[in-house]
T-cell receptor, first 115, second 113 residues
């Protein structure tokens, strides 16, 4: 079974631009979560989508948004990029959002660099 | 609110020696506990989890973890470390009404030849 895939793997943008990252979950998984990983802050939860609806949201500004399609694929968008948005963005999938013991499986991440 | 602490930023161990990476948690109610490993420029790989039952959980690559309710700990262990085990290890917990895992800040494991 194929794992979680993320595209692109690397991105370089300049301040003020916007970016869209894509995630395809494991087949059969309907929940997709997004995390931001930085050396200083560790792993921070952005949001989780299930059945095309945002079910949970972390403490990030409105510049960070996401969506999920009917095939469970998800995209996240960051508008008006800031230098501090440089990070590894990780996507994780699991069967559903309401089972705390359900394992999340992570993709390889998208490394975003903002210049 | 739940929290996860990994008290050591870095753990150094010689190849062939046993290793322990520490994790303590704070969750109201029953915790669900996870260990992940991250190699450079890669995502997190699932190692093992505790849901209920036996306090000793066995996982991938020879790793195991011991759930200790009284000490609210879930330490990761391996009897004999390999150089290839060198990576960043994350402990996570969910439960207590929260379905979103909370991650620790990670522990860098360095295994010396």
């Amino acid at each position: 079974k194929a794992g979680v895939t993320q595209t692109p793997r690397y991105l370089i943008k300049t301040r003020g631009q916007q970016v869209t990252l894509s995630c395809s979950p494991i087949s059969g998984h309907r929940s997709v979560s997004w995390y931001q990983q930085t050396p200083g802050q560790g792993l921070q939860f952005l949001f989780e989508y299930f059945s095309e609806t945002q079910r949970n949201k972390g403490n990030f500004p409105g510049r960070f948004s996401g969506r999920q399609f009917s095939n469970s694929r998800s995209e996240m968008n960051v508008s008006t990029l800031e230098l501090g948005d440089s990070a590894l963005y990780l996507c994780a999938s699991r069967f559903g959002p309401q089972t705390p013991g359900d394992t999340q499986y992570f993709g390889p991440g998208t490394r975003l660099t903002v210049l | 609110a739940q929290s996860v602490a990994q008290p050591e930023d870095q753990v150094n161990v010689a190849e062939g020696n046993p290793l322990t990476v520490k994790c303590t948690y704070s969750v109201s109610g029953n915790p669900y506990l996870f260990w992940y490993v991250q190699y450079p420029n890669r995502g997190l790989q699932f190692l093992l989890k505790y849901i209920t039952g036996d306090n000793l959980v066995k996982g991938s690559y020879g790793f195991e973890a011991e759930f200790n309710k009284s000490q609210t700990s879930f330490h990761l262990k391996k009897p004999s470390a390999l150089v290839s085990d060198s990576a960043l290890y994350f402990c996570a917990s969910s439960g207590g009404g929260s379905y979103i895992p909370t991650f620790g800040r990670g522990t860098s494991l360095i295994v010396h030849p």
